[in-house]
């Protein structure tokens, strides 16, 4: 063989060694390659798992949210305790209350020391049951009940009286009188021996035969309006014992011209 005929023997050989380099660079691997771990972020880093994106949620600014420390069992304990806190001045309330429990014991009665000073007691009059002429009527008679101030000091009566039969002991008889509001109420300035009277309606006891229990009163006891202590009109007059007969009616008291 001559010398270039060698040459290019050696050329072509050359030139298929390098051919088939080329074609084994360029073929798949048998395993992917290592991903990188720099610090400039991977592709990796970027495809964490979504529940531990979720386990961390992160604020506006990035930084993570701490967990709640307390339970919802320990939040609820604490507010309940605040709500249980007595509002300011609760003590003073209940003070207050104890001392006016204090002040009025159970079952304890008002007298005429606890009137009003301006109002007339039973002990500043006198009662007396008036005839009205022609005040009689089918089954019932009108009548006055009259007080007197027989004290030395003016007082003032406004209102109605409470009345009711009462036997010589000063017993309750019967029902107490009810009231008639056809007349109004007015407040009469009592000048000491001045005089006012209230219309009494009395209905006669023996309309209501056997049901009555018919006893004898010996007067009416009279408390003069807004007053606790009372006055005995004389009047001896048949009355009935069963409470749920009404023989009374009484009105308001009026000044006596």
Not at 23 to 41: H, K, N, W
Not at 98 to 103: C, H, I
Not at 181 to 202: F, H, N, R, W, Y
Request: glycine share 10%.
């Amino acid at each position: 063989m001559s010398i270039r005929g060698w040459e290019r023997s050696t050329l072509l050989a050359a030139a298929s060694v390098a051919a088939v380099m080329g074609l084994t660079a360029c073929g798949p691997t048998s395993e992917p390659a290592a991903p990188e771990t720099s610090g400039s972020g991977s592709s990796s880093s970027a495809e964490a798992s979504p529940k531990d994106a979720e386990s961390t949620p992160e604020t506006e600014t990035g930084e993570s949210e701490a967990p709640a420390t307390g339970s919802a069992s320990e939040n609820n304990d604490d507010g309940g305790d605040q709500n249980q806190q007595p509002a300011e001045g609760d003590d003073a309330a209940v003070d207050n209350q104890e001392d006016a429990q204090a002040e009025a014991p159970a079952g304890s009665k008002p007298d005429k020391d606890d009137n009003d000073p301006a109002l007339c007691d039973a002990a500043d009059l006198a009662g007396s049951v008036e005839e009205i002429r022609g005040g009689a009527t089918a089954g019932s008679v009108y009548r006055g009940l009259k007080v007197t101030n027989t004290s030395g000091d003016p007082c003032v009566l406004a209102g109605y009286p409470g009345v009711s039969y009462v036997d010589a002991d000063g017993k309750q008889i019967g029902a107490a009188a009810t009231r008639n509001t056809s007349e109004p109420a007015v407040s009469i300035d009592l000048q000491p021996g001045e005089s006012a009277m209230a219309t009494l309606k009395q209905t006669k006891a023996s309309n209501y035969g056997d049901q009555c229990e018919q006893v004898e009163a010996s007067g009416l006891r009279v408390y003069p309006p807004s007053a606790y202590d009372s006055l005995i009109a004389e009047q001896h007059i048949t009355a009935c014992a069963d409470p749920l007969i009404e023989l009374m009616t009484i009105g308001a008291f009026q000044p006596v011209e």
